[in-house]
């Protein structure tokens, strides 16, 4: 066979269902042998939004997710996305073609390392040199991606090497099961979560990732401890909850920082240093216990007491086993900023009746339609921090955020790739006017598709997010607004329907019009941000902790 054709069996061997990309000239004998496979390609039109739908599949499925693209530019295209993935932690392999390398013809044309140029935002990156090595090296690349923390991966398969013939086959798939921690580290964090007063669990974004949900709630259930998470790990527990403080949206001065000035112990599960942190260590402060696949990376703001490594799960179910409740424990003030939360987060101005909408009811009417196993994907702006803090997730990963490179861009893409992986699920795009025009041309792959799919743009014509900053900065608006086209008109270019929202309540109607007629459906949403200053700024910055 050709190597193309190795490789593609090699993918199909891996699992591989779906390849995401834009094919040039130098794909083209690798995209003849996916003709004649039963790996799905699908064409986007643009390969930033490829690699974040791969990024995406690998995200929610624990499986390595695959894109495509051509030498030059198309590769050049996909960095982001290759950033996107590794500081996320979601397995993908990115290849990417290139010029014969044993008998060029056209000089240096497009030509850049793409090898050197990829290495930085990924775990492995290699040229296929030779067909025959094309086993080894897929199935190397699929082990890098998928061991914890998982990430992207790269082959450039250069056009002469893909037309080669070959007599390989695929290796056999081998799995590697992590070690729980020593019984050491398991009784010291014992000791220290039943000799502490007010121990408060943090659920961080490893923990949508790593199948550590169930031994998550079985810990929460089993000792009645209160627990908040970042937002990458949101929804890892219910945040129904009774014992939910909620998001840390914030990385400061929020009411559910008032509970983690007053913890004694931080038991801190999947722990990120690429996520932005909540600040929840104090020189001479409060105790942290490290739980994770990993040692802990020591900085100015994260400096554990005590580590417990390994399986998370495994890890958190010993845990589990050998903590009784403690007569010690006094979660009365936890209790008390729940109340708090329950009151100024999650209820005020759910049912705000002005208009434009206020984020508060935006996010109100979002839950109220969504069942619990439906899916956000929430672009980066201003909405993302309301969102986090105001949504309460019900389930592991419905609430698909970037908070590590937090790239504009990806909200739309996004959710085409958890519609494809989740076809029997509801799944919205929130997206604001400046990240959606990113990559707004994925209208049109979500249309090919036939998928069902909402896509919310929230319109403020600006870049909501700096003005805020700049704003609490004390500075004078500048350089931050911009036109829209009519994006109703533009949603109907594509054949999709769109439609405007012109008055409160009508979020939530369309909404559930949206999911019973299906289709690509884009609702326009003006938003009132003044609700920024007002409680970021103002009510936040006037609260006390004296509940």
């Avoid at 699908?42 to 624990?62: I, N, S, Y």
């Avoid at 309540?505 to 559930?512: A, I, M, N, V």
Wanted: a negative charge; one cysteine or more; glycine letters at 8%.
């Amino acid at each position: 066979m050709k190597t193309s054709d190795l490789l593609v069996a090699c993918l199909e061997n891996e699992g591989v269902e779906y390849i995401f990309g834009i094919p040039g000239e130098e794909n083209l004998d690798f995209l003849e042998s996916l003709r004649n496979s039963k790996i799905e390609l699908v064409l986007t039109r643009h390969e930033q939004a490829a690699g974040f739908m791969a990024a995406t599949v690998g995200r929610l499925t624990g499986r390595v997710g695959v894109c495509l693209s051509t030498l030059g530019p198309g590769a050049t295209n996909f960095v982001t996305s290759a950033a996107y993935a590794l500081l996320g932690g979601m397995p993908v392999l990115f290849i990417t073609g290139q010029k014969p390398i044993r008998a060029g013809k056209q000089g240096r044309f497009q030509i850049i390392d793409i090898v050197g140029l990829m290495e930085p935002v990924t775990q492995f990156t290699r040229q296929i040199v030779d067909g025959n090595n094309v086993p080894s090296l897929v199935r190397e690349c699929f082990r890098v991606a998928l061991a914890e923390k998982p990430g992207p991966v790269h082959l450039e398969l250069p056009e002469d090497i893909a037309a080669e013939q070959v007599e390989r086959e695929p290796f056999a798939l081998t799995t590697v099961s992590p070690p729980g921690a020593s019984q050491h580290a398991i009784r010291r964090a014992t000791e220290m979560i039943r000799s502490a007063e007010r121990p408060l669990l943090l659920v961080a974004s490893a923990c949508n990732r790593n199948d550590s949900a169930p031994a998550l709630r079985d810990f929460v259930d089993r000792t009645g401890i209160y627990f908040f998470s970042t937002q990458m790990g949101k929804g890892a527990v219910d945040e129904r909850h009774p014992h939910c403080l909620g998001t840390a949206a914030l990385s400061d001065q929020d009411y559910l920082h008032c509970a983690i000035e007053r913890a004694d112990l931080i038991i801190n599960v999947g722990h990120d240093v690429s996520e932005k942190p909540p600040f929840i260590m104090r020189r001479g402060g409060q105790s942290v216990i490290h739980v994770s696949y990993f040692p802990a990376e020591m900085d100015d703001v994260y400096f554990p007491q005590h580590e417990v490594i390994g399986c998370t799960a495994t890890n958190m179910r010993m845990l589990a086993d050998a903590i009784e409740p403690s007569a010690n424990w006094d979660f009365d003030y936890f209790e008390r900023v729940r109340s708090e939360i329950k009151t100024h987060v999650f209820a005020e101005k759910a049912d705000a009746e002005g208009f434009p909408n206020v984020p508060q009811r935006i996010v109100a009417d979002l839950r109220r339609a969504m069942p619990s196993d439906g899916i956000l994907s929430l672009d980066n702006g201003m909405y993302k921090i309301w969102f986090a803090r105001n949504y309460q997730a019900h389930e592991p990963n419905t609430v698909l955020l970037d908070n590590a490179l937090a790239t504009m861009g990806a909200g739309l893409p996004v959710a085409i790739a958890a519609k494809l992986v989740h076809p029997d699920r509801k799944v919205v795009a929130i997206c604001g006017d400046g990240g959606f025009m990113m990559n707004s041309q994925e209208m049109e792959t979500a249309v090919r598709l036939g998928l069902d799919l909402v896509v919310i743009v929230l319109r403020d014509n600006g870049y909501g997010m700096i003005k805020w900053k700049q704003a609490g900065a004390r500075l004078p608006g500048y350089g931050l607004d911009f036109g829209n086209p009519d994006f109703v008109e533009y949603a109907g270019s594509y054949g999709a329907q769109g439609v405007r929202i012109e008055r409160t309540g009508q979020l939530e109607e369309e909404l559930q019009r949206a999911f019973v007629e299906g289709g690509v459906q884009l609702i326009e949403v003006p938003v009132d941000y003044s609700e920024n200053e007002a409680v970021f700024l103002e009510a936040l910055n006037e609260k006390t902790c004296l509940l």
